[in-house]
């Protein structure tokens, strides 16, 4: 395919994941995962508040690849409220289970900021639902010239 | 489980939802669930644009629970795009459906704000998707430590 | 009905689709639609990075319907994250897939901006996970009285 690539894949379980106050989200959801036996999902809705957030944004004007110097880490204390959660679990070439998430939250003056997740606490709430997929022939791989690790998909080969 | 609880859930029906300019989004979310006999539901994706949000944040260095001097009411009079509406709509102990939902604006120079959404009003259009969840033994209480209803799972007693 | 409409759709497929760095979100969208032959469809979610940004937001005291004088048009030079890319595909009166997307996206400084989506470019990667819909009787139309094309639905006729 020329500029994108799809690949079908079926549903599996549906999940509403409760994570309790002072949990770290990313660390319980590959704990959920490796529970439920989910290799594969994607985040449908998540809503809460969190504190101690950690995340990273891209500098303007950067080139690929994504390396250190190129993205400036943040560290939000909180609270805030949790306004997004987008994301998706893929498992990686050793077998493992790895969250690529973004993250949205909401400052005491209405401001937003948010970016690339690294983790958050749950302060007094987390509310997940999210899909299993089914699918063979996806797994999330580093890219070399993206300097991220992204799904790869069979065909592209 | 430490840290967290999950419990699988079924897919129900699905809906798109229509919100006419001027009515109240969380009011008639309600009244659709009541129309359709929903119990509980994810939203999906929401598109649009609203007016006359209410909102709030919680204040930085807050404690738990989150009462009202802890957070911060906000009313934007836009009109604003709406560029996320993440949310459940769950039964709770007393047998009425309540909407947790949480809002992200964008103003017209870009920026975008949001939090925990009281209530807002149609502006040009609201097109809502959401799935219907099928599932035992999930309510929405109030937490007398976090100082919210939220979800509540059985196997948590 | 009063206030809103509402329609039962049902779920068709499952696609994950992976759009090339450089390329247009939007316009590839459009091509899988076509090449996948989906007529309806909503994003469940999207996670990656972009530059060349160009959204537009509807001015503070704007009426209807929205207008080019009543919004700002932006363009953001980027890289960005990708915080948010919520929306639905739905046929035209003429057959045609018409994309309706919002962008959240964040800044170096962890600021987030967004608004209804012109078109982005992916920077490192975008990963975007989607149900298609099947559903008779919903089709997108423009609104006079909006100023923008929006869903119907049959039984609003």
Chains 1, 2, 3 share one sequence.
Request: hydrophobic residues 40%; proline residues 3%; contains cysteine.
């Amino acid at each position: 395919m020329d500029g994108f690539w799809y690949k079908e894949w079926t549903q599996g379980r549906r999940f509403v994941i409760k994570i309790t106050p002072g949990e770290q989200i990313r660390e319980r959801l590959q704990q959920f995962a490796a529970a439920a036996r989910v290799k594969n999902a994607v985040i449908v809705s998540a809503v809460g508040s969190v504190k101690n957030v950690a995340f990273r944004g891209i500098k303007a004007g950067a080139k690929l690849p994504i390396t250190e110097p190129r993205m400036h880490q943040h560290q939000a204390a909180g609270p805030l409220e949790l306004l997004g959660l987008d994301g998706n679990l893929i498992t990686d070439e050793k077998g493992d289970i790895d969250c690529h998430l973004h993250i949205l939250v909401g400052k005491s003056s209405g401001e937003v900021v948010g970016g690339h997740l690294f983790d958050a606490q749950v302060f007094a709430t987390c509310e997940i639902l999210l899909t299993e997929m089914l699918v063979e022939g996806v797994e999330r791989h580093p890219s070399k010239s993206g300097g991220v690790a992204t799904i790869f998909i069979d065909e592209e080969a």
